[in-house]
């Protein structure tokens, strides 16, 4: 029985579904195979972009570097063609930078200032190294070193007015009063007065300060046991000059003008050392 059913031939029914099923099967099998083509045709893309984006990077880089050292040529090149003045050349001013003090910057002795004080305000002077009014620009100077307080007194006096003169100190300052021959190391504050017609008790009073006999004082940065200033100062003279000036009543009155004189810078300064931040050094005192 069974060996006949095995032998028995498919019908036609069953010959036509085997075809539609082999159709189905081949159409199938087509797709997958193109599918799959598809994917490995955008692999093959991917793989070919990447490798372009990687040449292309590469070759930007290769060029950046190489535009990098010509600039890097031409720059030493031009450097090499600068005249590079003498370091041991003491008065030379070096290659002029944002920060370079050139020898207009800095103050020169002789200079005089000249200071009106109003009569119902306080007038102030300061001496500093990057800040004031007088700009030293000197490594031996604090900014704000010494500041100098004028006050005019007596306002009411219709014939000649007084003054007080306070002076403060960040720095190391020596100070010689009118009249006295040695400079003598000034406290953190000191106070005097100007006048003719006031008397002030225990406190320092002088009749005038004029050219012959000013207020002279030094600023520098250190004192040695000698008294003096170990590096190199500042010399100032601080006088007076009568004036007369009409007040509201219709009389002249005598006044003051102040004028300050720098005199002297020693041993002077170093423009060849002076420092990144245009600060100057003084010049080297023989002997230490």
Known sequence: MILAEVMKPYSTEQIRMLEERMNAYETWVFVLVLIVAVLVLVAVM???TIAKLKSLELFKSKSTSKDGNILSN???????????????????????????????????????????????????????????????RSTEVLDHHLTVDIEALDVSNLEILSYSLEFRREGKVLIQFPGSKDFHEMGVKEKFYISKALTFEGESCFETLDTNHPLRFRIGSRIGMDGKFKTGYFEFHLFTKDVFEKTDSGNKRIEKNFYLKLVKIFPGYDTAGQTKEGLVPMLGRFGG
Request: hydrophobic share 40%.
């Open 46 to 48: 991917q793989r070919l």
């Open 74 to 136: 031409q720059n030493l090149a031009f450097a090499s063609e600068i005249s590079v003045p003498d370091i041991h050349t003491i008065t030379q001013t070096p290659i002029h930078s944002a920060m370079t003090v050139q020898g207009k910057d800095l103050p020169d002795p002789g200079m005089v200032f000249k200071y009106i004080v109003p009569l119902n305000k306080n007038k102030i002077i300061t001496i500093g190294q990057r800040e004031g009014n007088v700009i030293t």
